[in-house]
């Protein structure tokens, strides 16, 4: 049985530090002068879009947020070989 306090997102246990992070580029953003790239990166499967996904609904206008990702599917592997 998984016992989950109230108003916590069992995705996302300990992330306060990455949402942090993101709070803190957004808050260095100037409106009209320029913005901030953050890079999430990890391997598959830790939460990286949930935590992205939890920052950016948790935003308010008029905030503009760009997130991009790679397709899989198109995406050379990182090891591999060029032939």
Known sequence: ?????RGVDPK??????????LEAALAEATPGLG???VLVRGKAGI?????VRRFCGSQRPP????????E???T???????R
């Not at 050379?76 to 060029?82: F, L």
Request: glycine fraction near 12%.
């Open 47 to 51: 939460g990286k879009t949930a935590l």
């Open 12 to 21: 996302l246990l300990e992330r306060a530090e990455g949402l942090s992070v």
């Open 72 to 74: 899989v599917l198109f």
């Open 35 to 37: 913005g901030r790239l």
């Open 63 to 70: 905030v503009r947020i760009l997130w991009g990702t790679c």
């Open 1 to 5: 049985m998984t016992v989950v306090a």
């Open 76 to 82: 050379p592997p990182a090891a591999g070989t060029a």
